[in-house]
């Protein structure tokens, strides 16, 4: 994401900094293990789930409102669940750290639906592909969320402790750079917000109802303008992607950026603006969310998108073992080069990867999460 009081190349540009001399060894071990163990992503049938149908049998959305769920069938003992920001799709949001994850288990992408998007119904997809998983993996899943993405998974958590169910059955979360409601783009009150993306975002957040065609199209540009800054610097990603994947990738992000509808892209800035933000999640009917082990990671910059005030970053940082009780929230930086801007998996993939593989051995060895 981007500084908003610089142009967006030079912004986006500056997340590359300095790069580990491994960097090209990574990028050989990567796309020879692509080579050699291509993935094989099936997408998986979402209507059937026992939740499902009680969600379409109360009305509370439409079978069009489905997200699309694919899995990526690996041998290990450790599924994950992936949701993916506000853009782009689940499979480019992790890209440069999917490999980590295969090594671990099945991949299992929760991709939004582009023309609309319904909170009630994800929660129940979400909690049918849990059931579904537990049934036929050998452990239950790590669910990794990001940006907005994992303002879903809370808002899905606080749903099943407002329905009066157990908590889902999971194998730990990871939450990185949580935006948890609207309130952490844009805060109460502020006239012009001090991101580039809160300014895209406000017009459409003010007037959730009306379909903002015009709203729609600037924040499109913006999304598509923030990754064709990077991309045009062929340099700095020479050390991070080879030529084919970075037309994977940018083909693919593109597609999310412009597949999007109108329609789609109001519909996730109103279910944005209906999270309740996490301070309101302090009850003992509410809490805990989860006692799966919980790693909560904030970018040490990540004032390129949320606010100076953002609440839900206030109350998780400071009431994280409220939340979950087995929980860690950490700041991840980057000592030897550019500052971690939020959720930057791509730019910054070596710096995440170390403390993935911490978390992932901690959940193999039953170990408590003192320090990642």
Known sequence: MLESKNPPARSFLAAFGRFSPAQPLRTLLRTTGKRFNPARVETLSSVAGPAVRACLARGEGAPEMLACIRRENRRGTQPTIVLGGYVPDAGE????????????????????PRTDFNSALLAAQLNDLVAEINAREASPPVVLAVSFGAGVVLDWLRRTRLSGS?????GGLILISPVC????IVAPGETKPTTLLGRALKPMLDAPETEN???VEKARAIFARMFEAGAQNKTA????LTRHELNELRAGV?????????AGAMARVRAMQAMACPSTYLTPELLPLSDAPALILYAEKEGAVLSDRAPGRHVLEKSCASFFPRGLCRMISNPHGSPIQHASLIFHASNFLPVFGRFYRS????KALVSI
């Open 237 to 240: 990603l020479a050390t991070l």
């Open 213 to 215: 065609a015009a709203a």
């Open 254 to 262: 593109q597609a999310t950026i412009a597949g999007v509808t109108p």
């Open 166 to 170: 157990s908590a889902p059955h999971l």
């Open 93 to 112: 949001q992790v890209y440069l750290v999917r490999g980590f994850l295969a090594r671990q288990g099945s991949i299992y992408f929760v991709d939004y």
């Open 363 to 366: 959940l193999k060895k039953h």
């Open 181 to 184: 409601s609207s309130l952490d």
